[in-house]
Nanobody, 125 residues
Framework: HVQLVESGGGSVQAGGSLNLSCVVF????????FGWFRQVPDRAREGLAA???????NYADAGRGRFTISRDVTFNILTLQMNSLKVEDTAMYYC????????????????????WGQGTQVTVS
């Protein structure tokens, strides 16, 4: 298992941008895929994007077009660049890692992931 620490959230006006970062601590040799999720109160956690060990990327409809996931392998940092933010993007954002052997870049459901960060709040007004 790995530990993940997100940062970069905050308050922004609609149309603005934010760049979320997630530092990954620990041994990532068994990590199959990393992902970004978000959640609002009383709703299920929603997958946004995933990137596997080979750098293959997949986006959910919610993240496609405005969000970009990337990973710096050297420094073990996962990022989510978010542009053209909307009020409905307001949520707690989480990064996650999976050590499940079957998880791939198509894994955008929370159950595929084994390790989670504490979340960073994004508020768009």
């Amino acid at each position: 298992h790995v530990q993940l620490v997100e940062s970069g959230g905050g308050s922004v006006q609609a149309g603005g941008s934010l760049n979320l970062s997630c530092v990954v601590f620990g041994d990532t040799t068994k990590t199959t895929v990393f992902g970004w999720f978000r959640q609002v109160p009383d709703r299920a956690r929603e997958g946004l994007a995933a990137i596997d060990r080979d750098g293959m990327i997949n986006y959910a409809d919610a993240g496609r077009g405005r969000f970009t996931i990337s990973r710096d392998v050297t420094f073990n940092i996962l990022t989510l660049q978010m542009n053209s933010l909307k009020v409905e993007d307001t949520a707690m954002y989480y990064c996650a890692a999976s050590s499940r052997s079957w998880a791939t870049m198509t894994s955008l459901g929370p159950s595929a992931y084994t390790d989670w960060g504490q979340g960073t709040q994004v508020t768009v007004s």
